[in-house]
């Protein structure tokens, strides 16, 4: 009885361990993030890991028990005769076959649903630099580039003096973040002046190249109840400063947006 | 033990070893000694690239930047790479096949000496070229090794001195898959037919293959970038009509079936070692020639999983989700059948064998990841993290590497004739095989929390599984000193070897003297002495 609570803590530990924020120290899983699909993907990622922990136990179980069984030390005989069976390699042919199909599938439903762009309220196009971010909001025309904050800056400079841990989100804060609407369907459209970059925001589980040349297409719906300020970085090696792009996405509610745009509207665009 | 190699053996004395190093190395024609040449020159190789990551580890031990400019940063992952790619795994390959391939077949040596000669001697230069990168202006290149343009085509003086230096390596490659596949197919001695071959054969012959392939394909991908950046081509720049996405499929066109270059001999020789200390023949064989063969296929039509965020249509990215899927059934069956060779064994845990253990743990959590990663949806959190640096490290580093020790830990009594120091090769396996966990499995959970790879410097969020991955790096890297210590005192002297070495060893090789003969089998093994080696 003891060792069944035991073991039923353990595993209730293990998942809260696994249910931890990204930003708590010694984070060890991703985060549900705050978009429909950001927490598709996020049970996606968590269904393969449980079906990868149950064949690892099947897996490694069977090896373990080889090297406890039939050690020569405890005068373990060899059964030479075993060197084929057409039954068992059959059955582990098939059967991991089976479990793929039932793991393509959710994924395949999940991978539609983020290429569908139809339908989107905003388009931002977003232009990546050698190193920083320009954002332009197609409908009002407000334009703004956004860069590592000054902070930052100055902390990761080599052999700087100053402690990182005292510059609040070293390396994740930008001067000039990205507004954008809790609730709406934004679209992003993503191209590049110099080299490739890559957009990425966790939270908000999405990540495409911006390539010098083309333009790239992807989408976010933050949840209505999900303001709140999300950050990520440049995810594809950009050259010397590709550490120090990040990116802030600023998420207010639809009205909080409205007037931010109606502030930064400048006199001669409508 | 009486058999005609050692007859054979006696008759070509005068054709021993030449006297002087110009006549004996660089001249060398020999097999064994080619064999040698390209397992000293892949430790030196590993040393290198070993250093570059810990320099790396050390500017990562904690957030800010304490030692390098972020420019050298890049030049330190980017290099590392090509070090241990090009210049560790493959060439200690390369000997290993030298090594053991003439003697495994029943041949006297590898069917073409001269260009054996030739394949080993370009590397040297190939890597000096390389490595004076790092002192022109502009310093080393620094794009990553994956060279995407346009990155890459920013860099100086460097470009066109690491195109060269990838040429040649890729000459060097061609030259001797060309060796190792008119060995394999001329060279064997009668009645060992080709589904007698040993595994480490078979997955060396598919991996000739795949070399051939390919790597005429990595050179005109390079030679594209030369000529965009010197010629006025734009292949790769959309300002002239070209596509830098074009790039990156020619690459990974080539670099899949590099990485199952990197892979396949290890399945080689764990598929060695491990019937051998099981004192069982091998479960399965011919399943494992075909497992084999369907990942060497399937290598071919899985490349543009490298990169599912460069924008491909649903269709496309499907399809290689789906044939990246269907990888993972062939590498199970691997994985199965070894599982298999050891139930109802007799184990015992000699270095080889543990090494061999720890490749099928490891290697298979590396599997685990890799199915991940084939999730598009999934991937496109953990493309280009930390999680991808701890999943190619997983198979890469206990999965060739570990290969890699446990085949020279395997054979070594047969080269040199005497056994090695086994504590010290225990402490070898012990230290390795902890601190490689220590050093990789908490970069999945930095990938997890959303840290991007290539970069210098991290938020203080990722501090603290960074210092363990730095810990575990460099103890990871001081354990690797005990290698050369334990081969040195080997070749010096030791207790001496019998022809056997290991109890349940079998294959042609064993059935050698120890140390084997200069000219390994100077009249081809009689029928009965292949079937006595004969493991299946």
């Excluded at chain 1, 993503?190 to 970059?197: F, G």
């Excluded at chain 1, 390539?211 to 010397?240: S, V």
């Excluded at chain 2, 990155?151 to 190792?180: C, K, R, T």
Aim: aromatic share 14%; proline share 6%; charged share 10%.
């Amino acid at each position: 009885m003891l060792r069944k609570s035991g073991l039923t803590g353990a595993l209730l530990a293990a998942m809260t361990v696994f249910a931890a924020p990204a930003h708590a120290e010694w984070a060890l899983n991703m985060t549900k993030g705050v978009t429909e699909l950001s927490g598709e993907i996020y049970s996606l990622h968590m269904t393969i890991f449980w079906w990868c922990v149950a064949i690892g136990i099947f897996v490694f179980g069977w090896m373990i028990l080889s090297l406890v069984k039939y050690r020569k030390s405890q005068g373990a005989v060899p059964d030479t005769t075993m060197v084929h069976s057409t039954k068992a390699e059959i059955i582990w042919t098939v059967l991991p076959v089976l479990i793929l199909i039932v793991m393509a599938v959710p994924a395949a439903r999940t991978l539609i649903k983020l290429e569908d762009a139809s339908n989107t309220e905003l388009t931002i196009r977003v232009t990546a630099y050698q190193w920083k971010w320009q954002y332009e909001y197609m409908d009002s025309g407000v334009t703004f580039f956004s860069s590592l904050s000054r902070e930052s800056d100055a902390a990761r400079q080599l052999d700087s003096g100053i402690d990182p841990a005292s510059v609040p989100h070293y390396l994740l804060s930008v001067d000039n973040p990205l507004v954008v609407p809790v609730g709406k369907k934004v679209r992003l459209l993503l191209t590049s002046q110099d080299v490739i970059h890559a957009w990425w925001v966790p939270a908000l589980a999405i990540k495409k190249d911006a390539i010098p040349g083309f333009i790239n297409e992807m989408w976010f719906q933050i949840l209505p109840d999900k303001a709140g300020i999300y950050r990520g970085q440049c995810a594809e090696l950009c050259g010397r400063d590709h550490g120090f792009m990040p990116i802030v996405v600023d998420a207010r509610s639809p009205a909080d947006f409205a007037a931010w745009i109606a502030q930064h509207k400048t006199p001669t665009s409508n | 033990m009486a058999h005609s190699a050692t007859d054979t053996h006696a008759d070509h004395d005068h054709h021993g070893p030449a006297k002087g190093f110009i006549r004996r190395w660089v001249m060398a024609t020999n097999h064994k000694d080619i064999g040698t040449m390209y397992l000293v020159f892949a430790g030196i190789m590993f040393f290198i690239g070993g250093a570059m990551a810990m320099v790396i580890r050390a500017e990562l031990f904690k957030p800010g930047l304490q030692f390098l400019d972020p420019q050298l940063f890049n030049s330190m992952t980017t290099m590392h790479a090509l070090f241990m790619i090009f210049g560790g795994v493959m060439p200690a390959w390369v000997g290993l096949a030298n090594w053991m391939i003439p003697m495994q077949v029943g041949a006297p040596d590898m069917a073409l000496p001269r260009l054996n000669n030739f394949s080993f001697w370009i590397l040297p230069f190939a890597f000096l070229l390389l490595i004076s990168t790092l002192f022109v202006p502009g310093g080393s290149p620094a794009g990553g090794w994956t060279l995407y343009p346009p990155l890459s085509v920013q860099g100086g003086d460097s470009l066109p001195m690491a195109i060269f230096a990838i040429h040649m390596m890729g000459i060097s490659s061609i030259l001797g898959s060309i060796n190792v596949i008119v060995t394999l197919m001329n060279m064997r001695a009668p009645g060992v037919t080709l589904l007698r071959m040993p595994l480490f054969c078979w997955t060396w012959l598919i991996t000739a293959y795949l070399l051939i392939l390919v790597m005429p394909v990595l050179a005109g991908a390079v030679t594209m970038l030369l000529t965009d950046h010197f010629f006025g081509t734009t292949f790769f720049s959309a300002s002239g009509g070209g596509d830098p996405v074009l790039f990156q499929h020619v690459f990974w066109f080539f670099g899949h079936p590099e990485v199952y270059i990197l892979i396949l001999p290890a399945f080689g020789v764990v598929s060695e070692v491990i019937p051998t200390f099981s004192r069982k023949p091998l479960f399965g064989f011919e399943s494992m020639v075909y497992a084999t063969a369907s990942i060497g296929f399937l290598s071919f039509i899985v490349w543009a999983h490298h990169m599912f965020t460069v924008g491909m249509p649903l269709a496309g990215q499907m399809f290689f989700m789906l044939t990246t899927m269907l990888i993972a059934v062939p590498t199970g069956v691997k994985v199965f059948n070894w599982s298999a060779t050891m139930w109802k064994g007799s184990i015992s845990f000699e270095p080889p064998m543990l090494f061999a253990i720890a490749f099928l743990f490891l290697f298979t959590i590396g599997g685990f990841s890799g199915l991940m990663l084939a999730m598009v949806p999934a991937d496109f959190q953990y493309q280009d993290t930390y999680f991808v640096v701890a999943h190619f490290h997983y198979v890469l580093v206990p999965g060739s590497i570990f290969s890699i020790i446990a085949g020279i830990y395997y054979w070594l009594p047969k080269w040199s004739g005497h056994m090695y120091n086994m504590k010290l090769a225990k402490w070898h396996f012990w230290l390795s095989a902890i601190f490689v966990n220590v050093l990789f499995f908490p970069q999945h959970f930095l990938g997890l929390a959303g840290m991007p790879r290539r970069i210098p410097d991290y938020s203080t969020q990722f501090s603290d599984w960074n210092a363990v991955s730095s810990i575990g790096a460099f103890g990871f890297g001081l354990s690797q000193l005990l290698f050369p210590i334990a081969i040195w005192q080997c070749v010096r002297g030791g207790v001496q070897a019998t022809d056997r070495v290991w109890e349940g060893a079998h294959g042609l090789e064993w059935e050698l003297p120890s140390p084997a003969p200069y000219h390994s089998w100077g009249t081809p093994p009689s029928l009965e002495v292949i079937n006595r080696g004969s493991v299946h």
